[in-house]
C-alpha cells in the first residue's frame, strides 16, 4: 500500500484532499496556528504558502522577489510540537532583519503529519528551511542559529547532514522549482550538474552529496561525525532490511553468539508518530510491554533484547518462520483467472476457514492475556510453513484491557469506527479480515461501512461453501452502529449497492455523471473534481489523467452532455497555465491542448502549444503518459487539424528523437534483468504508437518498423502466468493493466497488425500473443476498478479489441464485476480510486475512467476511445442495455 494516500484521506470523508486543508473544528480549512504564522508580514518581504509551507521572500527595491542562487546548501530544521512555536519564532527573529529567505511549516497538525510513521522519509522532520545566498553565509547561519537554538530536539532528518547534536541539519540540494523528467519518466526536481546539465535533486533518504560539489571544510567535523556511528560492535549481524517506515527500519539478521534468526526493529525518537502523538521509540516500548506479558503463548515472537545505538532504540525479538497472509493472494486465489475452477473456489473457501479460525483463536488468546492488539491487519498475521497455525507480529500500537482506549494505529481497510474501544476494536478487524480474505477491499469501509454487505453478498455468490453465518455475523459486526447499516440476512442484502448497475445504460451514464458534476468545486483553484492525489502537483488538477481536461473529455464523448461551467474554469485556469506544469499528453499540457481542441476551443490549443514549445520539451522521456510519444501525437494532430506547418516540423522533430531512443534501448538494453518499464504508458508501447500513426499519415516504412521493434521490446518485458495470460514483469510483481500492463501494450499490439499483418514480432505467433492479453484482461477479480489500473481498462480493451477470445459475454461478465466495487455519491453510481481509501472522478483512477470505458462497451457506434486510440471496426455490441426513457 502507498502510505502517502493515508494522509491525503484525513481531510475529507469522500474525497483524496490536501492535508492543510483538515481542521479540527470540522470547517473546510484551518487557519495557521502557530503564533509566528500569524504575524504580520514585514514591509519589504512578501509571504504565500505552497502546499504545506509558509514562505517568507525577501523584496527587491522594485517589488518583486529578490533573486537569490538556484540552488547550493541548504539548511533545515526539524521540531516537536512542544518546541515547534520557539524554534520557528526563533528563525523569523533571526532571518528578518538579516534579509534570508525562509519557510516553516505553519500549523502543528502540518507538522504533525510530516512526523507521522506512515509519512515520506525524504520529507520527514523538516520543520523550517533556511536559504543561505552563498557557503559563507551557510556556516554562519549554522554557527548563530546553533547557538540559539541549542539544546532544542527533533526527529533526525534522514536526508541531511547533521549540525553537532542541536535541531539544525544541512543539505545541497534545488532552491528555485526548476523541473526534469527522472528515469522512471516522472517529472522532479532538479538541480544543475558540473555541466549545466537539469539532474533529479536526489532526495533518498540518505545523506549524499552530489560528484560535482565538494564538501565545505567547515561540514567535514560533522561528516566525520556521523561516519562514526557503527554497529560492529553489536552481537548481532544485520542482514536484511524488511521494512522501512518514517518511526525506523526493520530488520532480519543473526545473534552472532548462537546462530539464532532475529528481527531487530529501530524507532526513531521524535518520529513515526501515531495519533495520540507516541513516537517511535514510546510505540517500541509498548510493544516490548506487549511481548512480555504475552510470552509462552506461542502467538507472538519472543523479546531477546533491549538497546540503544546513538539515540536510536532497538527490539530484537525472535524470527518468526512462515509468510504474511497477504502473500498467499497472488498464488492461491481462485478469482485471479479468466475461467475459475469451482474446485479450486471451494478448496480455497475451505483453506480461508481454517485460517481465519487460527487467527480468531490467536485473538482469543492474546485478549486472555490483557492485551488489545489494535492493528490486526493481513499483513501482521504470520501463517506458519505447515499452514495450520499463525503468529501475529507488529504489537507496537498494542495496549492493556484495562485501558479501553481508541485505536492510534491501524492498517485503513481494518480501521475501527470512532466507537470502538478496548477489544472491540480487536473483533471489528477480525470481521474485517473474514471479507477481506475473499474480496480484500475493506479499504472501502473508511468510505462507508455499510459496503461489507454488499460484499458480502459478492462472496457468497462467488463461493458457495462459505456458510452464510459466517459473513453475515462479520457484517452485523462492521455495520454495528452504523445509522445506514443494511440488514445481513437473507438474499436481500444489497450495502452501499447504488441505484444503478454500470451495466444498466444508458442509466449509469446518467447516474455517473450526475455523481461527477456534483462533486465539482468551481469556486477553487486548485482543481474542478476530486481524483487522485497526483492532482495536488503543481498543474496536475488542470490535466487528462487526473484533472478537469479528462473529466470533461469524458463526459463530452460518452453523450454525458458537455460541462460548459467546467469547460470556462478550465479556460480560465489555463489563462496562463501554473508556473512548472508538466508538459506531457496524460500528465499536463500537451493533453489540455488535446482536450480544448476536441472540445472547439482551437486557439485554447495553440496558445498551450506555443507554451509547451517555448520550454525544453525534447528532454522529456519517450512515453506517452508525460514524455515525446504523446506531445508527438498532440502536435501531429494539431497540425493536421490546422495545417499549421511549424506543429508538423516539431511532430517530424519528435519523432526523430524517438526513433533514436528506441534504437539505443533495442541496441544496448534487451537483457533479462533490464529495469527498464514496458507498457503504454510508460513504455515503449506508446512511442510505438506515435510511430504507428505517423505512418498511417504518411506511409513512411521507417515507422512501421520501428513502432514494430518498440512493441517487442515490451513484449520481451512480458511473462505468461500459469493460467496463459500475458503479464508485464516487473521484476517484483507482475501487470496486466492498461497503463503499465499487457492490456496497454495488446491494444497498440491490434493498431499496429492491422498495418503489418504478417510481422513476426521477433519469432512470437501474433494471434496466440493477443488471446494471452486477452486471458490477463478477463480475470474474475480486480482489486480496483479504474482505468488505468482496474477492471475498467480492461473493458476498453476487450470492447476494442478484434481478438477473437473478446466475447459479448465477456465483456459483459467483466461489466457486470465492475459493479462490485461500485458506490454511492449522494445517491449517484461512483467509484473509488487508487488505493480504495476515497471515491475519485477522475479519468485515470476514478468514475470518468469507468464511465468512458463503459460508453466504450455499450455505445459503440459513438466511437468512445482514449486519445489516438480510436475505435477498431468490429461488429455492432450485443451487450444488452436498457432504452432511453
Request: aromatic share 8%; proline share 7%.
Amino acid at each position: 500500500m502507498d502510505k502517502r494516500y493515508e494522509v491525503y484521506a484525513l481531510a475529507d470523508p469522500h474525497f483524496y484532499e490536501t492535508p492543510e486543508r483538515l481542521a479540527a473544528d470540522g470547517k473546510a480549512r484551518a487557519l495557521p496556528e502557530f503564533g509566528t504564522a500569524r504575524r504580520p508580514v514585514p514591509d519589504g518581504w512578501r509571504s504565500d504558502t505552497n502546499g504545506e509551507w509558509l514562505n517568507l521572500t525577501p523584496l527587491a527595491a522594485d517589488g518583486t522577489p529578490r533573486q537569490g542562487p538556484k540552488q547550493g546548501w541548504k539548511i533545515h530544521a526539524s521540531a516537536t510540537r512542544e518546541n515547534a512555536e520557539k524554534i520557528a519564532s526563533t528563525v523569523w527573529d533571526y532571518c528578518i532583519p538579516r534579509g534570508i529567505p525562509f519557510k516553516f511549516v505553519p500549523a502543528p497538525h502540518l507538522l504533525h503529519l510530516r512526523n507521522a510513521k506512515y509519512a515520506s522519509r525524504d520529507t520527514s522532520g523538516k520543520f523550517v528551511t533556511v536559504y543561505p545566498a552563498d557557503d559563507e553565509q551557510c556556516h554562519r547561519i549554522l554557527e548563530e542559529l546553533d547557538e540559539l537554538l541549542r539544546g532544542l530536539e527533533g526527529p533526525y532528518i534522514l536526508t541531511d547532514l547533521r549540525w553537532g547534536d542541536g535541531p539544525l541539519y544541512v543539505r545541497y540540494g534545488a532552491f528555485a522549482r526548476r523541473m526534469v523528467v527522472n528515469e522512471r519518466g516522472t517529472l522532479v526536481t532538479a538541480v544543475e550538474d558540473g555541466e549545466g546539465r537539469l539532474v533529479p535533486d536526489n532526495r533518498e533518504p540518505a545523506f549524499h552529496v552530489p560528484d560535482w560539489v565538494p564538501l565545505p571544510a567547515f561540514l567535514k567535523p560533522h561528516a566525520d561525525a556521523r561516519n562514526a556511528q557503527t554497529v560492529a560492535d553489536l552481537p548481532y549481524r544485520f542482514e536484511k532490511a524488511l521494512h522501512f517506515s518514517n518511526g525506523g527500519g526493520v530488520y532480519r539478521g543473526t545473534d552472532t553468539r548462537d546462530g539464532r534468526k532475529v528481527v531487530l526493529k529501530e524507532g526513531r525518537p521524535h518520529a513515526g508518530l501515531a495519533a495520540d502523538g507516541a513516537d517511535a521509540i514510546a510505540r517500541l516500548e509498548r510493544e516490548k510491554a506487549a511481548l512480555e506479558r504475552l510470552s509462552g503463548l506461542g502467538v507472538a515472537p519472543e523479546v531477546r533484547d533491549w538497546f540503544l545505538i546513538g539515540d536510536h532504540r532497538f527490539l530484537v525479538m525472535d524470527y518468526v518462520e512462515g509468510r504474511a497472509l497477504n502473500a498467499f493472494f497472488a498464488e492461491r486465489h481462485p478469482l485471479l483467472c479468466s475461467d475459475p475452477d469451482p474446485d479450486a473456489i471451494a478448496a480455497y473457501a475451505d483453506w480461508v476457514l481454517r485460517i481465519n479460525a487460527a487467527v480468531e483463536k490467536a485473538v482469543a488468546a492474546v485478549h486472555e492475556r490483557g492485551i488489545v492488539f489494535n492493528d490486526l491487519h493481513l499483513f501482521n498475521i504470520m501463517v506458519d510453513p505447515d499452514e495450520q497455525g499463525v503468529t501475529l507480529i507488529d504489537f507496537e500500537a498494542a495496549t492493556r484491557v484495562e485501558e479501553d482506549g481508541g485505536q492510534m494505529l491501524a492498517h485503513p481497510g481494518f480501521w475501527a469506527p470512532l466507537d470502538r474501544s478496548g477489544t472491540d476494536i480487536d473483533r471489528y478487524a477480525l470481521a474485517c479480515l473474514r471479507i477481506a480474505l475473499f474480496l480484500p477491499v475493506t479499504s472501502l469501509f473508511v468510505v462507508d461501512r455499510s459496503k461489507a454487505a454488499h460484499l458480502a453478498e459478492i462472496i457468497a455468490a462467488e463461493f458457495p461453501t462459505v456458510p452464510r453465518e459466517f459473513l453475515d455475523e462479520a457484517v452485523a459486526e462492521i455495520t454495528r452502529g452504523s445509522a445506514d447499516a443494511p440488514p445481513v440476512t437473507g438474499r436481500g442484502a444489497t450495502g452501499a449497492a447504488p441505484r444503478v448497475e454500470p451495466g444498466d445504460w444508458p442509466a449509469a451514464r446518467d447516474s455517473m455523471a450526475a455523481a461527477i458534476l456534483a462533486s465539482a468545486t468551481p469556486d477553487r483553484d486548485d482543481r474542478l473534481f476530486p481524483g487522485d492525489v497526483a492532482q495536488f502537483a503543481t498543474g496536475g488538477g488542470l490535466g487528462l489523467a487526473h484533472g478537469a481536461a479528462g473529466v470533461l473529455l469524458a463526459l463530452d464523448q460518452t453523450g454525458a452532455a458537455r460541462h460548459e461551467q467546467g469547460e470556462q474554469w478550465l479556460l480560465d485556469h489555463t489563462d496562463p497555465v501554473p508556473p512548472g506544469t508538466a508538459l506531457g499528453l496524460y500528465d499536463g499540457i500537451a493533453g489540455i491542448a488535446y482536450a480544448m481542441e476536441r472540445m472547439g476551443h482551437r486557439q485554447r490549443a495553440l496558445d498551450l502549444v506555443d507554451r509547451l514549445l517555448g520550454e525544453k520539451w525534447q528532454r522529456l522521456s519517450t512515453g506517452l503518459n508525460g514524455g515525446l510519444a504523446g506531445v508527438g501525437l498532440v502536435l501531429d494532430h494539431l497540425a493536421r487539424a490546422t495545417g499549421e506547418s511549424t506543429l508538423a516540423d516539431r511532430a517530424r522533430e519528435a519523432a526523430g528523437i524517438v526513433a533514436e531512443r528506441i534504437v539505443h534501448v533495442r541496441d544496448t538494453d534487451r537483457t533479462p534483468d533490464s529495469k527498464r518499464q514496458a507498457g503504454l504508458m510508460r513504455g515503449l508501447s506508446g512511442p510505438a504508437l506515435f510511430l504507428l500513426r505517423l505512418y498511417e499519415h504518411t506511409g513512411d516504412p521507417e515507422h512501421l518498423a520501428l513502432a514494430g521493434t518498440a512493441l517487442e521490446l515490451d513484449l520481451d518485458r512480458c511473462r505468461t502466468s500459469s493460467d496463459g495470460g500475458l503479464h508485464v514483469d516487473e521484476g517484483w510483481r507482475t501487470m496486466p493493466y492498461l497503463a503499465d500492463g499487457s492490456a496497454g501494450v495488446g491494444m497498440v499490439l491490434d493498431d499496429y497488425l492491422r498495418a503489418a499483418p504478417d510481422a513476426d514480432l521477433g519469432g512470437r505467433d501474433a494471434e496466440q500473443v493477443r488471446a494471452s492479453v486477452i486471458t490477463a484482461a478477463t480475470s474474475r477479480f480486480y482489486v480496483q476498478p479504474g482505468l488505468f489500473e482496474g477492471r475498467a481498462g480492461m473493458i476498453l480493451h476487450l470492447a476494442r479489441t478484434t481478438a477473437p477470445g473478446a466475447t459479448d459475454a465477456r465483456i459483459a461478465a467483466q461489466i457486470d464485476a465492475l459493479g462490485w466495487l461500485s458506490m454511492p455519491y449522494k445517491g449517484e453510481l461512483a467509484f473509488p480510486g487508487h488505493q480504495m481509501m476515497r471515491l475519485s472522478m477522475d479519468l485515470a483512477s476514478g468514475t470518468a475512467g469507468c464511465l468512458l470505458a463503459l460508453g466504450a462497451a455499450m455505445e459503440p457506434e459513438r466511437g468512445v476511445h482514449l486519445p489516438f486510440l480510436p475505435p477498431l471496426r468490429r461488429p455492432q455490441s450485443r451487450l444488452r442495455h436498457r432504452p432511453e426513457s
